[in-house]
C-alpha cells in the first residue's frame, strides 16, 4: 500500500477544484464584448470596434475603467507589435469578475507587448578596423544611463540587453561560450594564492587580456563561482598588478562575493568592449550610449534588433478576473510579467520571454500558467505562490503545459523553470530543459507533481537537484509522479571535486514526500534522500545513473543541531532549528496535527534518525554504467528503522 492514501484522494480534490476555478475565469466568448486594439491605422477619434480600434492597449485600459462592457465578459484582442512607453500596470481598478472577467487576447506570434525599444537597421554604423562589428547610439533612440542599468554585485542591476529576431544575444565576455553553447570559464588550476579581496591568476594570455579590460567604461567585472560550485556572485575588479607569484587580481572593496575566494575557483570576465570578438556578442557602453554588436549575420531591413527599455512589460497588482492569453509579452530589463495578490488569473497559450529578471511570477489563489513558452529569462522563468502555509489552505492554483527553457541566464543558481510556493499547487504536463542549476525548487504543503519532463538539468554546478527541496519537517502531503528525468549531470567543468548532480534531491532531512512512478535516466544521482524520514520512494524506474539513491543519515552526525529537541536558530541558515519551524506553526494542534497525525509526536520518535522511509518496488538497470543501485547497506538501513525491499534489475530492449 502506498502510505498517505488519503491525502493523495485529497490532493486530487484539490487540483480538481484548481482546475474548474480556472477555467471558470475563460467562460463562453459567445455573449463577450468586444473591444479592438491595433491592426487598423486611421485618423481621428477611436471607439474600441473592429473597424475603429484603438490604438494602444492604454486606451483600452482606460476605456474599461470607464466602464465599456461593463457587466459583461470583456475580451480585449491585440493586434500587432506594441512596444510600450511605459509598463502596462494593472490594479483592483482593472479587475474584472467571476460573471464578467477581463481578457486580453492576442492572435498569438503577432500580437505582441514589448518593453523594448526597436533599433532600425539603418542606424546602425560599421566600426573601423572591425570589418564585422557595427554600432548605433542607444541615446539617440530615448535611453539614458538610467534605462541602461548597471554591473552591480550580487548581480546586474535591470540591464539592457539585446535580442535579434527574439533571440537573446551574448553580453561580450571573456572566455567566450563555445559553438555547442557550452559555458567556458578561466581559473581552475591557475587560481591560486587568495586572500579575501584578492587572488593571484597563472595565466599570462588572460591576465593581459582581462587588464586591457581595466580601461573600459564600466571596468573590469567578473562573474564566479568564488567557492562552491553552487552559488555565484558578480564583482568588479580594482587593479592587476604582475608579481613574482603570477598576476594579482584585487577586487573593489565593496564588491563582496557572497562566499569568499578558495584557490581553484572559476569565472569569467564582462564588462569591456575590449571582449567584443565574436558572432552574436554585443557591448554597451552605459556612459555614452553606444551599442556595439557583431551580428551573426548580415544584418537586412527584416531583421528586428530590439533593446530591452522598461524594467517591466506588465504588472497585475489585485487585478482578478483577469487574464493574458495567445500573446507574446517580452524585453524587460527586469521582470516581464507579475501578477501579485490576484484570484482567478490567467496566463495562456502566451511567449513570455527576454527578461532580465524573471520571466513569469505570480501569488494570490486561482491562478493558471497554461501552455505557455517561457525562455531567455535573466532569473527564474516561472514561479507561483498560492496558499497559506498557516492555515493549510489550498490555493487552487496550476502550472499546466508549459515549455520552459534557457532561463537563469544572469543569475545562474537558484533560479529555477518553475519555482513554487504555498499550498495545493498542481504542477504537471511541464517540460523543463537546459537548466544550469535546478529545474523545480521551492517549499510548501499538499503539492502535486505529475507528467513533467525534465531534461539536461544541473549540467553547470554540484550539490544541486534538478527537483530540489530542503530543510524542513513541517512541508509534508506533496507527491511527485509519473515524471520524467532525463539527463541530470556536469557537462562544463566544474571547480567543486565533491558533491553531485541529483535528479530528486531531499536535501537536509527534507521529510514527507511521495515520490513514486517516476522515471530517472542519465543521472549522476538519481535520489538524493539526505537525513529525513517519512518519505516513500516506490515503484520508479532508473537507468543507466551512476547512483540511483543515496541514503544517509546527517542528522546523526553533523547536523545534529537541526532535529534535536533543543535545538537553537543559527544565523543565516534557516530553518536550523526544526523544533522553531514546527512551533511556529503550533503544529500540536490543528490544522498541522490532523493534517499529518504523526507530527506531534515527531520528537518522541528518535528524531535525528532517518526513520520510517520506505523504498521498495522500484526497477534499475546499468547496461551503460557501472552504477549500482542504493549506497546505504542493509544493516545500516535496518538501524535507521528504514524499509529497502523488492527493488530489481529490469533492463528494457529496444
Known amino acids: 500500500e502506498i502510505l498517505g492514501e488519503k491525502l493523495i484522494m485529497s490532493t486530487f480534490i484539490g487540483v480538481a477544484v484548481a482546475i474548474l476555478v480556472a477555467q471558470a475565469v475563460v467562460p463562453s466568448d459567445a455573449a463577450a464584448t468586444r473591444i479592438h486594439v491595433g491592426g487598423v491605422d486611421i485618423d481621428g477619434v477611436r471607439d474600441g470596434t473592429e473597424t475603429s480600434p484603438f490604438s494602444s492597449v492604454f486606451e483600452a485600459q482606460q476605456a474599461l475603467r470607464a466602464g465599456l462592457g461593463a457587466g459583461s465578459e470583456r475580451m480585449v484582442l491585440v493586434k500587432g507589435v506594441h512596444r510600450l512607453d511605459t509598463p502596462l500596470s494593472l490594479t483592483e481598478e482593472d479587475a474584472g469578475s467571476a460573471s464578467a472577467p477581463i481578457r486580453w487576447v492576442g492572435d498569438g506570434t503577432s500580437s505582441v507587448l514589448s518593453g523594448g525599444k526597436s533599433v532600425p537597421t539603418s542606424v546602425f554604423a560599421p566600426v573601423v578596423g572591425h570589418p564585422t562589428m557595427i554600432k548605433a547610439n542607444l541615446f539617440s533612440l530615448g535611453f539614458n544611463v538610467s534605462t541602461l542599468g548597471k554591473l552591480a554585485c550580487p548581480k546586474p542591476q535591470s540591464i539592457a540587453q539585446l535580442y535579434l529576431n527574439g533571440k537573446p544575444q551574448t553580453i561580450a565576455r571573456t572566455p567566450n561560450i563555445a559553438s555547442n553553447d557550452t559555458w567556458m570559464w578561466l581559473g581552475y588550476e591557475t587560481l591560486t594564492t587568495v586572500t579575501n579581496t584578492s587572488f593571484i591568476l597563472n595565466d599570462d594570455g588572460a591576465a593581459a587580456e582581462l587588464k586591457l579590460a581595466l580601461s573600459g567604461s564600466e571596468g573590469l567585472w567578473l562573474h564566479g563561482y568564488w567557492k ?38 572559476r569565472f569569467y570576465a564582462v564588462g569591456s568592449l575590449s571582449m567584443l570578438d565574436v558572432a552574436g556578442e554585443y557591448h554597451i557602453d552605459r556612459t555614452d550610449g553606444s551599442l556595439y554588436f557583431i551580428p551573426p549575420h548580415p544584418l537586412s531591413a527584416s531583421d528586428e534588433v530590439v533593446v530591452s527599455f522598461l524594467e517591466s512589460v506588465v504588472q497585475n497588482s489585485g487585478g482578478s478576473h483577469v487574464s493574458f492569453e495567445g500573446m507574446t509579452i517580452s524585453d524587460a530589463r527586469n521582470s516581464v510579467l507579475s501578477l501579485s495578490s490576484v484570484q482567478n488569473a490567467t496566463v495562456a497559450d502566451s511567449t513570455i520571454s527576454n527578461g532580465g529578471g524573471s520571466c513569469l511570477s505570480a501569488s494570490g489563489k486561482g491562478i493558471l500558467i497554461s501552455n505557455n513558452t517561457v525562455f531567455g529569462c535573466g532569473t527564474s522563468g516561472v514561479s507561483v505562490n498560492s496558499g497559506s502555509t498557516t492555515t493549510l489552505e489550498h490555493g487552487g492554483s496550476s502550472i499546466i503545459g508549459n515549455h520552459v527553457t534557457n532561463f537563469a541566464q544572469i543569475v545562474r543558481t537558484y533560479s529555477p523553470g518553475i519555482g513554487f510556493g504555498g499550498v495545493g499547487l498542481y504542477v504537471a504536463n511541464n517540460t523543463i530543459t537546459n537548466c544550469p542549476h535546478t529545474a523545480i525548487t521551492g517549499g510548501g504543503n499538499d503539492h502535486l507533481f505529475e507528467f513533467n519532463t525534465i531534461k539536461h538539468a544541473c549540467y553547470e554546478c554540484t550539490d544541486v537537484g534538478a527537483f530540489y527541496v530542503g530543510r524542513s519537517w513541517s512541508q509534508r502531503g506533496n507527491v511527485v509522479r509519473n515524471n520524467l528525468f532525463d539527463g541530470v549531470g556536469a557537462t562544463e567543468r566544474l571547480a567543486q571535486k565533491s558533491c553531485s548532480q541529483n535528479a530528486f534531491y531531499l536535501d537536509d532531512e527534507m521529510s514527507g514526500y511521495q515520490f513514486y512512478n517516476n522515471t530517472i535516466k542519465n543521472a549522476a544521482v538519481g535520489i538524493l534522500l539526505g537525513g529525513g524520514r517519512d518519505n516513500s520512494i516506490t515503484h520508479n524506474h532508473f537507468e543507466n545513473n551512476i547512483n540511483d539513491i543515496h541514503f544517509d543519515a546527517r542528522g546523526l552526525t553533523w547536523q545534529q543541531n537541526y532535529c534535536n529537541a533543543n535545538c537553537t536558530s543559527k544565523e543565516g541558515y534557516q530553518p536550523a532549528c526544526f523544533r522553531l519551524e514546527l512551533e511556529k506553526l503550533n503544529y500540536t494542534q490543528p490544522p498541522y496535527s490532523t493534517a499529518y497525525p504523526d507530527l506531534p509526536g515527531i520528537f518522541k520518535d528518535h528524531p535525528c534518525l532517518p526513520v520510517n522511509n520506505v523504498i521498495t518496488d522500484n526497477t534499475y538497470c546499468h547496461n551503460k554504467v557501472a552504477g549500482k543501485f542504493i549506497d546505504a547497506t542493509p544493516a545500516q538501513v535496518k538501524t535507521w528503522m528504514s524499509t529497502v525491499t523488492d527493488n ?7
Open 228 to 265: 562552491f560550485d553552487w552559488r555565484e556572485t558578480f564583482i568588479k575588479i580594482d587593479s592587476i598588478v604582475e608579481t613574482a607569484k603570477g598576476w594579482l587580481f584585487t577586487r573593489n572593496s565593496a564588491t563582496v562575493p557572497q562566499y569568499p575566494f578558495t584557490a581553484g575557483c
Open 648 to 654: 530489481t534489475e529490469q533492463c528494457y530492449s529496444l
